[in-house]
């Protein structure tokens, strides 16, 4: 899927800063889509520079979304960010920039971005929002219009001033995981069939699947338990690779554990003593997710010879 990220700025004034697109032009708040190896932080740090001469930093995660569009859907990651320097100015992605009244936002700014707006505005802290948008016959009108007509004709453009044609960011592999504790705190842990190793009951995501769905779907399949969510605790991006993994907590609601054809053997440790033959990424996932930090972790983390799309 493709992977991207907006940032919410809000001025002295309860201003919020929004730009107009040039491929749609509708209003949204600044942002783009992930180059490989790249984490949500930092892309939406660039993004909002690119697009509007404005230095940010991100300081909370407040929304998570998954817009399915063919063939693969958008995964977005929304941040409340703070000013660090820079001035106001547009770009060829950006031909109007400014900030607006949050009281009386411009007509021509699609549902989606209004919603991930009010998302940021009210959120106060602990777990980000995450859903599914829906997507309707006008949104898949204006999708053909834009990959269809303004895409080529923005390339038609470039090659006759002599530049070179654009090229999309990639498509990213997702995968997610669910640390699940125990009364005592100890973590759930799954010793594989295939490799002696424990891991954390999770995946790899399928095709326009939400990583929160394929959190569910495969602690569910490798446990046979039923859990809830209940945080985003840590978001991880193997080096220079277009793979990202999402670490979720959860809690159970149901079901058995039961071994099955990749769950040779279930066990509850302590984080910070877990078996030799653990996954050391995972370790790292834990000890992030018992921290008590109140926001999402984002790290750059060295990729394993364990896969961990199987």
Known sequence: MKIGSNGILVNQFSQVLLIRRDDTRTFAPPGGLMEKGELPTDNVVREVREETGLIVMPVRLTGLYFWPLKPTGVLNFTFRCLQRGGELQTSPESPQVGFFSTNQLPRNMLQVHRQRLEHALTHVGGAPHWQTAKTGLFTEIGRWLVFNLIYPFKDWRRARRGESPYVAPP?????????????????????????????????????????????????????????????????????????MILTFTGEVTGGTLTPNPEAAEFGWFTPGAEPPNTVPQHIERVADAVSGHSHTLFRIQSKQSVSEFE
């Open 171 to 243: 498509d990213w592999r997702v995968g997610a995981f669910v640390v699940v504790r125990d009364e005592s705190g100890q973590v759930l842990w799954i010793r594989r069939r295939d490799r002696d190793v424990w891991n954390l009951p999770g995946g790899g995501g399928r095709v326009m699947e939400p990583p929160w769905e394929t959190a569910v779907r495969e602690t569910y399949e490798e446990t046979g338990l039923h859990v809830r969510l209940t945080n985003l605790t840590g978001v991880y991006v193997y080096e220079n690779e277009s793979h």
